[in-house]
């Protein structure tokens, strides 16, 4: 895999978003170095995807997709020009006991820049590349049930964290652009009615970044990003039924390198497929087509 990019771009808040800025931790500040090993953390394999470039319309991020298996080995697969992925590539250990993972883009240039990370209830950031050390960005992240990053939800060019807790509060985290956060701040309630959460770029055609979530019923519904941190969302609009036979909803970006963000979902029974994004809030994606198979051998995937 390509070297961590050096650069990165330290994010610019206006004066209304400086006013809530605080440690990221949920019950306490902690910054520094993460006592986790940098063999365990996987950081000397995890790289940069390299594969932005291969967006056709450049307006969609390019990310290989994760995937870890039961003994906690971290698996990478990377786009194959034709809509699926390539072979699988070993790229790490020790991720038995990860809650959470998402991946990161914090200079807008459509490729993640690193990852962060919940394990035992303490969030971490590690930028993709040999050298990087992981470190610590907060404590107290053991609250939440749903994690991701969906990309850039707040207005600023680094991607945005959302995360839900227990009792059904949505929560954003607005990214520096150097792996750690602003305080919270709730984007609402009842989220609980929803069993999957996923998003990462554009849905609607609207350049705004969007998330999809499903309810227990199946139902698929989509919420329009808006740019603004303190509304993030649109109302949202129902997309679509029957999706309950997928366990498993999660986007990296674009898959098919049209320059457009797709979903990707499992099955119960291994399968994996591709949901091509049309940039129509009215029907976002197109038919399904499958791209893999045996993928419940993975406990997480991101």
Not at 22 to 30: Q, R
Not at 127 to 145: H, K, L, S
Not at 150 to 156: D, F, Q, R, V
Not at 195 to 200: E, F, L, N, P, S
């Amino acid at each position: 895999m390509a070297s961590a990019r050096s650069s990165r771009l330290i994010r610019v808040l206006g004066a209304a978003v400086i006013g809530i800025l605080m440690a990221t931790s949920v019950g306490g500040a902690a910054t520094g170095t993460s006592s986790r090993p940098v063999t365990a953390a996987s950081t000397n394999s995890l790289g940069p995807q390299g594969d932005a470039d291969a967006s056709a319309a450049g307006t969609a991020q390019v990310n290989r997709l994760f995937g870890i298996d039961s003994t906690g080995a971290l698996w990478s697969y990377a786009a194959n020009g034709a809509g699926g992925y390539e072979g699988r590539i070993e790229s790490g250990y020790g991720w038995s006991t990860a809650q959470h993972l998402a991946q990161v883009d914090h200079n807008a240039d459509n490729s993640a820049d690193g990852h962060w990370d919940v394990t035992a209830g303490t969030l971490t950031y590690t930028a993709w590349g040999d050298a990087a050390e992981p470190i610590t960005v907060g404590t107290g992240w053991g609250i939440y049930d749903k994690f991701l990053s969906a990309g850039n939800l707040g207005g600023a060019p680094a991607d945005d964290l959302i995360a839900r807790d227990s009792s059904g509060t949505l929560w954003i985290y607005l990214g520096y652009g150097d792996g750690k956060l602003t305080q919270r701040r709730a984007i609402g309630g009842g989220w609980n009615v929803y069993d999957q959460i996923a998003g990462k770029g554009d849905l609607s055609g609207d350049g705004k970044d969007d998330i999809v979530a499903r309810d227990t019923a199946g139902v698929l519904w989509l919420y329009q990003g808006t740019g603004d941190y303190t509304a993030p969302f649109t109302p949202r609009t129902r997309i679509g039924s029957g999706w309950n036979i997928f366990n498993l909803l999660v986007s990296v970006g674009d898959v098919d390198l049209d320059g457009t963000a797709d979903l990707i979902t499992r099955d119960t029974g291994g399968g994996l497929w591709r949901y091509s994004g049309t940039r129509q809030a009215a029907a976002p994606y197109a038919a399904r087509v499958q791209i893999g198979t045996g993928w419940n051998i993975y406990r997480l995937v991101f």
